[in-house]
């Protein structure tokens, strides 16, 4: 079955870094694009960063441009997020999901997500 | 590119219906269908519900619909049971520059 399971969450100071992993099972990873998608501490849903199957299509939200970076690693069935500069308002927990393969712009599974928690 | 906007709540008795909107602009929802809604449970990850404005995966019960009105997009749950009572967020796609926007969510009870 499939399976996303984040991991590299936790507490850090403003300014600091963080990689987040996603580790994907049960599909062949290398023919889905992936997303991270973030939610703060009783807000909505926002999208972080995208990157296509190839990773020749990246994206970032305005909000984290020039301080996150998405990876993946298709032999090893991973997905990363390098987080740099973090700030408070980075606080969330971050989820990573697998596009749907027939129908894009839609994320059919999703991990249980993983809090990054940026305070001094 | 600004959220969507979503009821911040809505209300209903087991075996009523419910219709939740989701409004966005003729540059997201009006462009494209490309909407999707997503389920939330307290404490859990997003459960995906439709796609392309009225697919329904497998697995998802079809007393889930959706549908879209020019920039209004909607999802209706009919017959409502208790274990429906969750937050419920649409999403589009928003074209090549913002590329996807989610709604800001809407908590639905169960009364």
């Known amino acids: 079955q499939v399976q996303l399971v984040e991991s590299g969450g936790g507490l850090v100071k403003p300014g600091e870094s963080l990689r987040l992993s996603c580790a994907a099972s049960g599909f062949s990873f290398s023919d889905y694009s992936m997303i991270w998608i973030r939610q703060a501490p009783g807000k909505g849903l926002e999208w972080v960063s995208y990157i296509s199957s190839s990773s020749s299509y990246i994206k970032y939200a305005d909000s984290v441009k020039g301080r996150f970076t998405i990876s993946r690693d298709n032999a090893k069935n991973a997905l990363y997020l390098r987080m740099n500069s973090l700030r408070a308002d980075d606080t969330a927990v971050f989820y990573c999901a697998r596009e749907v393969f027939s129908s894009g712009w839609s994320w059919d599974y999703w991990g249980q997500g993983t809090l990054v928690t940026v305070s001094s | 590119q600004s959220a969507l906007t979503q009821p911040r709540s809505v209300s209903g008795s087991p075996g009523q219906s419910v219709t939740i909107s989701c409004t966005g602009t003729s540059s997201d929802v009006g462009a494209y269908n490309d909407v999707s809604w997503y389920q939330q449970h307290p404490g859990k990850a997003p459960r995906f519900i439709i796609y392309?404005?009225?697919k329904r995966p497998s697995g998802v019960p079809d007393r889930f619909s959706g549908s879209k009105s020019g920039n209004t997009a909607s999802l209706t749950i009919s017959g409502l049971q208790t274990e429906d009572e969750a937050d419920y967020y649409c999403c589009s796609y928003a074209g090549f520059y913002f590329f996807v926007v989610f709604g800001g969510g809407t908590k639905l009870t169960v009364l």
């Open positions: 392309d404005v009225n």
